[in-house]
């Protein structure tokens, strides 16, 4: 069985085009089969971007997809933005992507952290649930390594998908985290990279 976390060589491509609009711009986006929500801009994710704060500095899009969040951030906000994915496929659609939007993104294929060197001052997540706990709890356990001082982790998860857990987790790798959305067994943490004292 093929997933959208995994390369697979074997699917047959299907392109197709899907536009999103956030904050008055309209984004146009090539996805394919293999990918996640490739028919459409997934409800989490449109969720993930209306809570963001204003953000500023340095963006990581972890596990990128065909590039949504992290180029249109690049586009409304002007981030120094870079995306990552663990399927080449992925990675691929994305530099397609942010050519096709103008957006000014690094693209890195990384099995989570694992090609990411630097910090940021935000880290986006749209967690790859059907990956396991495993792979999804290595990405919170890292991610604090890869935020500066004060930085945020933003993810949003559903409470089918354990947003109980996710929450007990976060806060044991951070000491903080905020539900800055909580609707309809919908949830957006945040997470804040406290400076010790």
């Given at each position: 069985?093929?997933?959208?976390?995994?390369?697979?060589?074997?699917?047959?491509?299907?392109?197709?085009?899907?536009?999103?609009?956030?904050?008055?711009?309209?984004?146009?986006?090539?996805?394919?089969?293999?990918?996640?929500?490739?028919?459409?801009?997934?409800?989490?994710?449109?969720?993930?971007?209306?809570?963001?704060?204003?953000?500023?500095?340095?963006?990581?899009?972890m596990g990128c997809g065909y590039g949504c969040?992290?180029?249109?951030?690049?586009?409304?906000?002007?981030?120094?933005?870079?995306?990552?994915?663990?399927?080449?496929?992925?990675?691929?659609?994305?530099?397609?992507?942010?050519?096709?939007?103008?957006?000014?993104?690094?693209?890195?294929?990384?099995?989570?952290?694992?090609?990411?060197?630097?910090?940021?001052?935000?880290?986006?997540?749209?967690?790859p649930i059907h990956a396991g706990k495993a792979?999804?709890?290595?990405?919170?356990?890292?991610?604090?390594?890869?935020?500066?001082?004060?930085?945020?982790?933003?993810?949003?998860?559903l409470k089918k998908h354990g947003a109980e857990?996710?929450?007990?987790?976060?806060?044991?790798?951070?000491?903080?985290?905020?539900?800055?959305?909580?609707?309809?067994?919908?949830?957006?943490?945040?997470?804040?990279?406290?400076?010790?004292?």
């Amino acid at each position: 069985m093929s997933h959208y976390f995994l390369p697979d060589d074997n699917l047959k491509s299907k392109q197709r085009q899907v536009s999103y609009s956030f904050k008055g711009k309209t984004f146009n986006f090539t996805t394919d089969s293999g990918v996640f929500s490739k028919d459409h801009v997934d409800y989490a994710t449109g969720l993930l971007l209306a809570n963001l704060p204003p953000l500023t500095g340095s963006l990581l899009d972890m596990g990128c997809g065909y590039g949504c969040i992290g180029i249109i951030l690049a586009k409304v906000w002007g981030l120094d933005v870079t995306q990552c994915d663990v399927n080449p496929n992925a990675v691929n659609l994305t530099e397609l992507n942010r050519e096709s939007n103008s957006a000014d993104t690094a693209v890195i294929v990384s099995d989570c952290f694992d090609n990411i060197t630097g910090k940021f001052d935000a880290i986006t997540l749209n967690p790859p649930i059907h990956a396991g706990k495993a792979v999804t709890y290595k990405m919170y356990d890292e991610s604090i390594e890869h935020l500066n001082d004060n930085g945020r982790l933003f993810i949003v998860t559903l409470k089918k998908h354990g947003a109980e857990s996710t929450y007990k987790k976060l806060m044991a790798v951070y000491g903080n985290c905020e539900a800055i959305y909580k609707k309809k067994g919908y949830y957006v943490f945040c997470c804040v990279k406290k400076i010790l004292a």
